[in-house]
């Protein structure tokens, strides 16, 4: 069984592999189609001594027709793929715009998101979602039921960090050294200042794309660039990026940060923040691969 997800995918995806001797032994070709339908919905919790964790909630999307049955799933951005869209505005920020055409779908989206004229025409949510990513650099995807737009690590920016030390809880680790010179990187700042939505870019065009948003009564502009010089300085830092390999607990998502340290390579110690997991279960045990994202502290 494997898990991929990350904030840079649009769709979480599941794919579970039954044996061939359980698949040989349990269904027949008839049976595996009236037990496993697409559509069906699925959830995955893998742990420890009947300790669970709900890694998965997603729906039956493919399903193989001979041994061993291999099942695919995807999240709730599956049912998005059969949404249809036909939407025209003048102008309209990317929450309106979610909540128009997703009206029963939980949404939390930046507001500051500005789309301008926007006009899609016989396609589908999932595909305004995808044109978003490819043309604006906003990236959606589900966290459960709810749809995150426009925000990297906004919303579980306030939990603890999970707390690693490469030599007792990795398996494995990929993680490469790269200077601040070498990383290319796009801040662009959003603030309300005086009744007006106000934005302010810094860094490198053509780099990873990083869109925050400042809040406050008070706010000026001097304080947004400010703000922004601060952050791009944090982000845009000598550090490690890559992934390492760590056993099933504790469980981590992407958006969540890990408090990574090591007794051999002091200069990688530091708090990151994870762009993206990929988890296993197999005859060699449960494993969780994590892709670091940019250094938090």
Known sequence: MQIESSWKLL???????????????????LRVKKVFRRGDVVQIALGYDGLYVTEFEGYITEVSATAPIVIK???????????????SKPHVNLKQLLADILPATRIDANAGEQLGAVRFSETTASQVLDKLKQEKAIYSYFK??????GKVYADD??????????????????????????TKVLVIARAI????????????????????AYSGHSITEWDLQRKAHADYQQIKTD?????????????????????????????????YYVEGVSKRFSREGYRQEIKLGGLAA
């Open 239 to 271: 550090g490690f990026e890559g992934s390492f390999t760590a056993f099933g607990i504790p469980s981590v998502r992407h958006g969540e940060k890990v408090n990574l340290t090591s007794r051999l390579y002091k200069e990688l110690d530091g708090i």
């Open 157 to 182: 920016s306030g939990t603890a960090p999970h707390r690693f030390e490469l030599e007792r809880n990795a398996v494995s680790n990929d993680l490469v050294y790269k200077r601040k010179e070498d």
């Open 73 to 87: 799933c995807e999240d709730e951005m599956w049912k998005l793929k059969a949404t249809p869209v036909s939407y």
């Open 11 to 29: 769709t979480d995806t599941a794919v579970i592999t039954l044996p061939r001797k359980v698949s040989q032994k349990l269904f027949d070709k």
């Open 144 to 149: 459960g039921k709810r749809l995150v737009s």
């Open 193 to 212: 200042i005086k009744g007006k939505k106000t934005a302010y870019r810094i860094g490198d065009e053509g780099g990873q794309v990083c869109r925050l």
